[in-house]
């Protein structure tokens, strides 16, 4: 498999700045890089909780929590919220895209897909604006595994729901765009992938310690709230006295 050349440097290696002084922080130097995006998907309406990702937990919105989270993972090129065509989230300070004429809000399999042409990704990390406990180390691990081993495609990660992510390549999306015709797979957007491609293109990645918290830590009710709020209250004061 051929990287592509470095689009921040057009190859050349070196920072493409006012200030053109040492190699290109982008691909470190090598001229060669795939791109990687981190789509976050959302949208302000939910079945079981509308409004959610306007929610605060300790303090800040869902949303603006999972952004920062997502920010936080090495080696991620662009970080943006893909929502349903003309629902721009707006009041959360986060980059949205919201204009995908002709997609239904349920099939965000196009918006993915769509959204990695806009981009030209290479790779991409499939986040969910529920996540208010993303973990950018777990993340790391499945975006590593993906760069590393060129016969894997999709990689998931055995953990609570909420913690993680999935990555996939640009190639493993375009094929489930096309092959994936159900309204299951089209709203959840990596289950063709599951189910399809040989277990060799397939990986999953865990967490470096036993997890002791909640058995699910993303957000679908109300009642979820009050058990989300419980566990990351005492830890962001915590982090804020230290």
Request: a negative charge; one cysteine or more; hydrophobic letters at 35%.
């Amino acid at each position: 498999m051929t990287t592509p050349t470095c689009r921040a440097c057009q190859g050349s290696g070196l920072r493409q700045s006012e200030f053109p002084i040492g190699p290109c922080p982008t691909c470190h130097g090598t001229g060669t890089h795939r791109w990687v995006s981190a789509f976050i998907q959302a949208r302000s309406g939910s079945h079981r909780y509308p409004g959610k990702i306007y929610v605060q937990l300790a303090g800040v919105p869902v949303l603006r929590r999972v952004y920062e989270a997502t920010r936080l993972i090495p080696g991620v090129d662009t970080v943006v919220v893909i929502a349903p065509d003309g629902d721009r989230l707006t009041g959360l300070g986060v980059p949205v895209w919201a204009e995908w004429p002709g997609v239904g809000e349920d099939d965000v399999l196009a918006r993915y897909q769509q959204a990695a042409q806009l981009d030209e990704s290479d790779l991409i990390l499939r986040v969910t604006g529920d996540s208010p406990c993303l973990d950018p180390a777990l993340c790391t691990r499945v975006l590593t595994r993906l760069q590393a081993e060129p016969t894997v495609s999709y990689v998931h990660t055995d953990a609570p729901s909420g913690l993680g992510c999935e990555g996939f390549t640009r190639l493993a999306l375009e094929e489930a765009g096309r092959d994936a015709m159900c309204r299951f797979d089209r709203e959840h957007v990596t289950s063709w992938m599951r189910l399809t491609l040989p277990p060799h293109a397939q990986a999953a990645v865990g967490l470096d310690q036993p997890w002791r918290g909640p058995a699910k830590m993303s957000l679908d009710t109300p009642e979820e709230w009050h058990r989300l709020e419980a566990f990351l209250r005492p830890r962001t004061e915590a982090a804020a006295v230290h």
